[in-house]
């Protein structure tokens, strides 16, 4: 287990249809994170994991979106009903619950949504 | 979530030292200050985390004033693959507080 791994790296889609996200995180980390970043933006907080539990989610997290992480360990992001918009790459990171030592990040999944 | 102000972008030849200041003016007691680089396409990637006062690792330093209002991240010796965009968070190293706040960060060019 080298880092946090992304699956797929590119995603192309066409609008209306749903896709769907992996993370695996390194193992020992109980916390998740997804972000989503555009061109020229700094990556934007979506929503985080300590273990199952999804303690934040940010108000970009419109209903379409869906995030889970059923036995603490890997993490699936869900967009149903894609929209333009919402072509991004969205990355994924973990970390110790203290957050000491920063997180570590996948290197992320570019959607496209045409 | 204290919010960070740093320059949009810097310039520099190859073999200068660089150093980027952040301002987090409402920085709360339990907050640390940690800095991130990121390539194109790439995912952001840890360089350092500080509380106070100085920390050094084989990559970057770390300068926190007394105040810890600000900080500076330097990179000695740049080189071209240094060019990347760097960016300074502030958040709560211990507890519930959750997520991670980017801002825009500094995008960083070096030339030869």
């Known amino acids: 287990d080298t880092g946090v791994s992304q699956n797929p790296r590119h995603k192309i889609t066409k609008r209306g249809q749903n896709v769907t996200f992996r993370c695996d995180p390194i193992s020992e980390h109980n916390r998740l994170y997804w972000y989503r970043q555009t061109l020229g933006q700094g990556p934007e907080f979506l929503t985080y994991?300590?273990?199952?539990?999804?303690?934040?989610k940010s108000r970009l997290l419109s209903d379409r979106f869906s995030a889970e992480r059923p036995k603490g360990s890997f993490s699936t992001l869900e967009i149903q009903r894609t929209e333009q918009g919402d072509s991004a790459m969205y990355l994924c990171?973990?970390?110790?619950?203290?957050?000491?030592?920063?997180?570590?990040f996948g290197q992320g999944t570019r959607l496209t949504v045409v | 979530l204290a919010k960070t102000t740093q320059p949009i972008s810097m310039d520099s030849y190859e073999g200068q030292e660089v150093n980027i200041t952040c301002s987090h003016n409402?920085?709360?007691?339990?907050?640390?200050i940690t800095w991130y680089q990121q390539f194109p396409s790439q995912g952001p990637r840890f360089i350092i985390q500080?509380?106070?006062t100085k920390v050094t690792n084989e990559v970057a330093s770390l300068f926190i004033p007394a105040d810890r209002k600000s900080s500076t991240l330097s990179l000695p010796r740049v080189s071209l693959s240094d060019t990347a965009v760097y960016y300074c968070l502030v958040g709560d190293g211990t507890g519930t507080a959750s997520k991670l706040t980017f801002g825009t960060g500094t995008r960083l060019q070096v030339t030869l």
């Open positions: 994991f300590q273990n199952e539990a999804q303690l934040e």
């Open positions: 500080g509380y106070k």
């Open positions: 990171a973990s970390s110790p619950s203290n957050q000491q030592g920063g997180a570590f």
């Open positions: 409402n920085i709360a007691t339990n907050d640390y």
